[in-house]
């Protein structure tokens, strides 16, 4: 809910933020850069809208430095509506271009007329490293410039000093997720997906006609694209610039190719980045492991192929970094870390890349979980089963309801346990499962396929422990079974806690536990995000993209959208930045008749303007009295004569369908550290032949805390989560709710607004988890 309204074409706000002023009118300028990647009009369009909310002039430049440098119509003022409708948009509405006119001091000399013309002082550039370092070079200049034009009479001393300053901020496009310091650049998500959506097709074409696909995708100097997709996908081998294959890896591949073949498989996937090569430097063409993959008798063929909350937040903190700036502030790009924003000096950030550019592929790569993909990868793709079998026995089981993800994350504990040498049990439908006997070995291949496949594979029920406890004692006893892995959602988190108290009564559940949180809703202690939760944003975002478009020739119509997620308003919150709400109510966030009223009241106003569509989520469990039913009602009488409503509830909707490149990723990787995490602990407490564990740490979550893969006991955890709603106790996402509401011109104190921190690029902002 958004209590206090500020309607469209409000006065602009006045105060201060950490002692700088606002509201006073600075114009500011936001060009996009020579390409375009998804998730830019997201960006467009929160930093437009934020530098309206602060009181500032904003100018869009159309056609990135060539409109900068032509002036005229490509610089117009916009105001809250030029950006509207556009945040589901791919590309970029302001338009990009390359332009070898800026390269040059003549063509910068033009930029800074026109920026000047029209008293722009700040600048916000979209784009890749190039784009980033013209920016640079432009501020060092601004100076130099102002006088030059001065001296041709083209403005005069006055109007030079008052525009002396130049603030640039960028924010980074390049879906080759090669820019340092920042977790994943704009455009990059949506190149992933579109890499999957690619290997997801040709798949059943590959199983049919038993086929090898090599499959080219793009990365000049980086191979982020290939390696994420080739960990996401199961992908058979790998090339990436990174890391050059060894020599006579032609043998090597047609080796590994045959042996998958050999074991069954009718599918092998080779991933390739198009700046691939060997040991000499030599380039790795696609059409060159086309062919040579066919020596191993398969037949081949060749095949080309933030996110929008990610974007709008780094659209909103470039605004407050350019509000400010002093005359000592560098440029600064705007980057995610974790779940924070920061700012990082520009040319630091640049020099990082170009340098890695300059001394070749075989630069170690400075982001500390790439090598970390790249290690998995090989683990999973290249390492054969353990000659020696260990002593230890592992069971996997899922509970809670089917999210997407919980396959990958199955796949990669089973392989790894195989690769350690333990023996590996699946265990069908959850708790009721173990207690019923419905436990089977499984190998390698039994696994196989199950990467891009939603829901539960091994089955999966919401059934506790306490239900029956001595029959799951009994069969933990029966199958020698040391360690239980869980994945699940809040039941897996509960199930699992209820076994370590049950640990005093029972010694055969003194093993080794680890969950793995894996729910749409979000609502696991111990991680930022659960398995499953991002196919779920994914999935109502595209659903709520489809119901204004189904609008698109209706007038005055206000869509109320239910979510699922129980008390859990992480849905909700989320979805609502990627499409513009105009609302989203959830349980954490209280709200009154009286917010209501105030929301009725702004879709009012807002259907007097040229956007006559309003959407509003609703959490499913937000209030007990205020219904989705009660707010159709609500919103149909109030606003009966100005607009009408529809309802949609998502459903069972946001559970279904293949898991994004994320969850696919995320999954996997839980997996494998989840496994490695509990062989340790196994080794750690053994002895004299069994397993005795009963201290705190050998019943953990793992979960990705800010970027940061953590292990959190059970039993510390408990203190933190109110278990009457399912919920922890805190939630990092409640501070998006700021963005989102102020994002929908809701008039919220600015002093709310958190700011992110500068930082240098240190080895610590170097090794953040990309893409995790």
């Known amino acids: 809910s958004f209590p206090g309204l500020c309607p469209r074409g409000c006065p602009p706000l006045e105060g201060t933020l950490q002692g700088h002023p606002v509201g006073r009118g600075v114009p500011w300028g936001l060009p996009s850069s020579r390409l375009t990647f998804p998730g830019m009009n997201a960006a467009v369009r929160a930093v437009t809208r934020m530098g309206i909310y602060v009181g500032a002039k904003v100018f869009l430049i159309y056609e990135g430095y060539e409109g900068l440098v032509e002036g005229g119509d490509n610089i117009k003022q916009a105001n809250w509506l030029s950006v509207s409708n556009i945040i589901q948009l791919g590309g970029t509405v302001i338009g990009s271009a390359r332009c070898k006119a800026f390269t040059t001091r003549a063509g910068r000399l033009r930029a800074a007329r026109n920026l000047v013309e029209h008293g722009i002082t700040n600048l916000c550039v979209i784009g890749g490293d190039g784009s980033l370092t013209g920016a640079d070079i432009f501020r060092s200049e601004w100076g130099e410039l102002l006088e030059e034009l001065v001296q041709d009479g083209q403005i005069s001393e006055e109007v030079a000093q008052e525009n002396s300053r130049l603030n640039i901020v960028g924010l980074v496009g390049s879906i080759d997720n090669d820019f340092c310091g920042t977790d994943m650049t704009i455009g990059t998500d949506s190149a992933l997906h579109r890499i999957m959506e690619v290997i997801d097709a040709i798949t059943t074409t590959a199983q049919s006609h038993q086929r090898t696909f090599v499959l080219e995708v793009m990365g000049r100097h980086c191979g982020y694209l290939a390696l994420v997709s080739g960990l996401a996908s199961g992908a058979d081998w790998l090339f990436i610039p990174e890391s050059p294959p060894e020599d006579g890896w032609e043998d090597l591949m047609c080796e590994r190719l045959g042996e998958t073949r050999s074991r069954g498989s009718r599918l092998n996937i080779i991933i390739i980045a198009e700046g691939a090569i060997d040991r000499s430097g030599k380039p790795i063409s696609s059409n060159y492991v086309k062919d040579v993959s066919a020596r191993s008798g398969a037949r081949s063929g060749t095949h080309g192929g933030q996110r929008v909350p990610g974007s709008s937040k780094m659209g909103m903190e470039a605004v407050m970094a350019l509000l400010e700036a002093t005359p000592d502030t560098p440029a600064c790009v705007v980057s995610l870390s974790g779940n924070q924003s920061v700012r990082l000096p520009l040319m630091e950030c640049v020099q990082v890349v170009s340098t890695g550019a300059r001394l070749g592929a075989t630069l170690p790569c400075p982001c500390r979980s790439f090598e970390n ?290 969850d696919r990723n995320y999954g996997t990787k839980l997996g494998v550290k989840a496994v490695l995490w509990m062989s340790e602990k196994l080794e750690e407490v053994y002895c004299k032949g069994r397993v005795f564990a009963n201290s705190d740490d050998s019943a953990c979550v793992i979960g990705l805390r800010k970027k940061v893969v953590a292990f959190s006991p059970v039993t510390e955890l408990k203190k933190v989560t109110d278990f009457e709603h399912r919920l922890p106790q805190e939630q990092w996402w409640l501070n998006l709710r700021l963005m989102l509401k102020m994002l929908a011109n809701y008039q919220i104190s600015l002093t709310e607004y958190i700011s992110g921190k500068m930082e240098h690029v240190t080895r610590r902002t170097l090794s953040i988890e990309k893409g995790f």
């Open 373 to 662: 993909n790249w290690n998995i990868y090989k683990l999973l793709a290249h390492q054969k089963p353990a000659q020696e079998k260990s002593p230890f026995s592992l069971a996997i089981l899922n509970v809670g309801a089917p999210a997407a993800g919980m396959n990958a994350a199955v796949r990669s504990a089973v392989r790894i346990s195989i690769c350690q040498g333990h023996t590996i049990y699946a265990v069908s439908d959850g708790f009721e499962g173990l207690a019923k006997g419905q436990i089977r070995e499984v190998g390698w291949h039994d696994v196989a396929g199950w990467l891009g496949r939603g829901g539960s594979m091994l089955g999966t029920k919401r059934t506790l422990p306490k239900t029956c406890m001595e029959k799951i004692v009994e069969n933990v006893r029966k199958f020698n079974i040391q360690g239980l892995l869980v994945i699940g959602g809040f039941e897996a988190y509960e199930g699992v806690l209820q076994l370590v108290e049950a640990r005093g009564q029972y010694e055969e559940l003194c093993i080794i536990m680890c969950v793995i949180p894996a729910t749409i809703s979000n609502n696991v202690p111990g991680t930022d995000f659960s398995l499953g939760s991002d196919t779920a944003v994914n999935a109502a975002m595209e659903s709520c993209d489809r119901i204004k478009q189904s609008a698109s020739g209706t007038k005055r119509r206000v869509f109320i959208v239910e979510t699922m997620g129980g008390y859990c308003g992480y849905l909700s919150t989320v979805t609502g930045i990627a499409v513009g709400a105009d609302a989203a109510y959830v349980y954490e966030d209280p709200f009154t008749i009286h917010d209501l009223k105030a929301n009725v009241e702004h879709l009012t106003d807002k259907m007097k303007t040229d956007i006559q569509r309003g959407l509003v989520l609703r959490n499913e469990k937000c209030h007990e009295h205020y219904t989705t039913e009660f707010l159709y009602n609500l919103y149909s009488s109030e606003g009966k004569g100005i607009f009408d409503c529809r309802i949609n509830v998502l459903g069972h909707l946001q559970q279904g369908g293949a898991p994004t490149p994320f």
